[in-house]
């Protein structure tokens, strides 16, 4: 029943891991034409369901055991759960009579996910499973999207019974349809109307909602400059001359000057996330505040808001565009334009090491801004979002809200099945990769052309950055090179520095897949054609500068004008 509902659900891939309790699924799912793919940990399929969900606006699906499998997916879960990103985990679970008994790989996934999933479902009866299923799927992509769990306890997964599958949901209490906001929207173009120095600040929301088309129509027919947070990203193009870049603690100058000077903020699918706005006394004081968004429960949250507009993003975004027209705020504009052409990111490629900016910024020219780019966690994610311009939606795919190292590669794994033939890069750290290194297995065996940019500073570089900037340069646990041999805290790599551990090259070639090592910046360009034209997963090491920093940055807590420009 479970499998046939995936199939109703027009499900075509779901990624898992077996164990006793959930033994039944599988043995279903051997006989059925679904494509599963067997990841190396739990964590790795729930990220690659959360991947493949990104990158195509579909509902993600993994699936593990009871206890320990159900437990790995807890990172994943909250890692979607924290970007609206929807999914269905299933999880087997000891059957109904045993739970609450401490029995054999017995967890209480129901009560450890409450707080990071969008529902939850314990299935006591097999009569049960299609209502369930029809629901689970529903919930996680309307709405605000989010991850759905599912329990399944192993008596309930081998009983037998009738199968209709229902054709409508009636969930009491949950009805994420908005019915009029047309007064809303009124009022809101009102406010546009009426402003002299207004800017978009846009996130994941309008990716999630398809609107990506209609908020470029709408901020270039009133010549409303837009600033993205970081899920925004690809949401308005990122070569529009109307884009100031992302905004918040490693915006732009132009960005952050945009969100503090401004009269009138519009918020669309955005949710003043601490990371965005910085301390919330400097962020748009001067402004009035309109908030579109799906999800009341955001809205006043963190900022005052004077028009809120629940709804789709797409639909309000249509509405909105049919009483647009061009703004008379060209000295606003102008100033905004002279502040992004005097504050451009920049770095130097001056020394004979790679810098780290430099590999994105070929990974994007060579890839002719085409790739669909994940990322790792620390300094990797931000040049990722920095140096490479993202034009279209669900081509930048990121862990935001959880920050979670790990989460880039299992990712590309998800976004490659979805699209074999796209070229594919997760941008990622030395430490974040060792995270989910052993799903190379997955990839290689799975044929999947994943391409891997190691950008390899031997730190931990955003924890380094950080104790750089606000620790007195103590760089204590943030040095992945360090033996017992080193002093105790690093105080930075000499020429005694030992190599690196492990050899990214030997370990992709223990998995079958290509490794690369590139040391020199004219090698660069190379590696990257190389591993575009592989058919096969590569690991492309870049060892960086070790002590580069990313800026802009505001330290965390300040007023987001407060910027260390390096
Ligand atoms: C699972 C997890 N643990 C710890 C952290 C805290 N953290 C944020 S960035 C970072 C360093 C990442 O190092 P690396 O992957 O090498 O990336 P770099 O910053 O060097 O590019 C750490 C430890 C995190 N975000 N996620
Ligand atoms: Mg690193």
Redesign the pocket.
């Known amino acids: 029943m479970v499998v046939e509902a995936l199939k109703r659900e027009g499900v075509e891939v779901v990624f898992g891991y077996p164990g006793g309790t959930i033994m039944p699924f599988f043995d279903f799912m051997h006989r059925e034409d679904i494509r599963m793919i067997l990841t190396r940990h739990e964590q790795g399929a729930v990220h690659a369901a959360d991947g493949y969900a990104r990158a195509t606006g579909r509902v993600g699906v993994c699936v593990a055991t009871s206890g320990p499998g159900a437990t790995n997916l807890v ?1 994943g879960i909250a890692t979607a759960n924290m970007d609206s990103v929807p999914i269905v985990a299933i999880t087997g679970q000891v059957p109904v009579d045993m739970i609450g008994n401490d029995s054999f790989q017995e967890a209480d996934i129901i009560g450890i996910t409450r707080p990071i999933t969008k529902h939850r479902y314990l299935v006591r009866d097999v009569a049960d499973i299609p209502g369930i299923m029809k629901e689970a799927f529903y919930i996680a992509r309307t709405g605000r999207p989010g991850p759905v769990l599912i329990d399944l306890p192993k008596d309930v997964s081998v009983a037998v019974g009738d199968f209709t599958y229902p054709e409508k949901v009636n969930i009491r209490g949950y009805s994420p349809v908005v019915n009029d906001n047309s007064q809303a929207i009124r009022r809101a173009m009102d406010l546009v109307g009426n402003a002299k120095r207004p800017v978009i600040y846009a996130g994941g929301g309008v990716i999630t909602s398809e609107a990506s088309a209609e908020l470029t129509a709408f901020a270039r027919k009133m010549g409303i400059p837009v600033t993205l947070t970081l899920m925004g990203l690809g949401a308005f193009p990122g070569t529009d001359p109307l884009f100031l870049g992302m905004l918040g603690m490693h915006g732009m100058v132009a960005a952050n000057h945009a969100v503090c000077e401004c009269d009138l903020i519009i918020a669309i699918g955005a949710r003043f996330d601490d990371r965005a706005t910085g301390r919330l006394s400097e962020f748009a004081p001067k402004a009035k505040v309109i908030h579109i968004d799906i999800d009341p429960a955001s809205i006043g949250k963190n900022v005052l808001v004077d028009v809120p507009v629940i709804g789709d993003a797409q639909e309000i975004l249509q509405e909105m565009l049919k009483l647009a027209k061009p703004l008379p705020i060209d000295s606003w504009r102008e100033e905004l334009m002279a502040l992004k052409r005097d504050n451009p990111l920049t770095y130097k490629q001056d020394c004979p090491v790679i810098k ?1 900016q430099y590999v994105v910024e070929k990974i994007y020219e060579l890839t002719g801004g085409e790739a669909i780019i994940t990322t ?8 990722a979002a920095h140096y490479f311009r993202y034009d279209r939606p669900r081509t930048f795919l990121s ?1 935001g809200g ?5 989460y880039g590669f299992p990712a590309a794994i998800g976004a490659q099945v979805a699209f074999p033939d796209r070229v594919i890069f997760d941008i ?8 989910k290194i052993q799903e190379l297995a997955t990839a290689v065996l799975n044929e999947l052309p994943v391409n891997i940019a ?12 950080w104790q750089e900037l606000f620790f007195d340069k103590a760089y204590a646990f ?1 040095c ?1 090179g360090q033996r017992t041999s080193c002093p105790r805290q690093c105080n930075g790599p000499d020429e005694g520095c030992p190599p690196y551990v492990p050899d990214f090259v030997k370990l992709a070639e223990a998995y079958g897949a290509m490794g690369i090592r590139v040391a020199r910046p004219e090698d660069v360009e190379g590696a990257i054609r190389e591993a575009i034209h592989s058919p096969k997963t590569v690991i492309l090491e870049f060892l960086v500068a070790r002590e580069e920093n ?1 800026y802009p940055m505001v330290p965390a807590g300040a007023g987001i004008n407060e910027i260390m420009i390096g």
């Open positions: 990172t780290p790792e966690v620390g300094q990797n994610q931000m040049w862990s959880l920050g979670t190292m790990g990622a750290g030395d430490g974040s990769i060792q995270m190691i950008l390899n500073n031997g730190y931990l570089g955003m924890v380094r950055q943030s992945l990313v």
